[in-house]
């Protein structure tokens, strides 16, 4: 859920609230009446706000182990792609070392062994 839409959806909720309290104080019902309508409300909005809470977290959780999944198997081919490359600078590393003409230590060895 983007931010703008998060934003709408507090200020709505916030507005309802607001809404309901202005309305409930300026009836015509005596004050037992509206403290018991207030509280009511207090308690529907506050367990509505409960419920919507844990449903963000849940959605928030799910999308956190879908980007976890995502980035574990990015991970995993970069690093395949790593070995291959080092694969690759090893064998090219070794066929030129096979490929070379003999250091001039290797030389005098198989002179002084004569």
């Not at 709505?12 to 009836?27: P, S, Y």
Request: proline content about 2%; overall charge positive; hydrophobic content about 30%.
């Amino acid at each position: 859920m983007c931010s703008s839409k998060k934003d709408f959806a507090k200020g709505a909720l916030f507005g309802a609230a607001l809404g309901a309290l202005i309305g409930l104080l300026t009836a015509p019902s005596s004050g037992d009446e509206t403290r018991k309508k207030i509280k009511e409300k207090s308690e529907k909005y506050l367990s509505e706000g409960k419920d919507k809470l844990e449903e963000l977290k849940t959605e928030g959780q799910e999308k956190l182990g879908a980007l976890k999944t995502e980035a574990e198997t990015r991970a995993e081919e970069v690093k395949d792609k790593v070995y291959e490359v080092v694969e690759e600078v090893l064998q090219e590393a070794t066929e030129k070392v096979k490929g070379s003409t003999p250091k001039k230590s290797d030389k005098s060895r198989k002179f002084n062994g004569l």
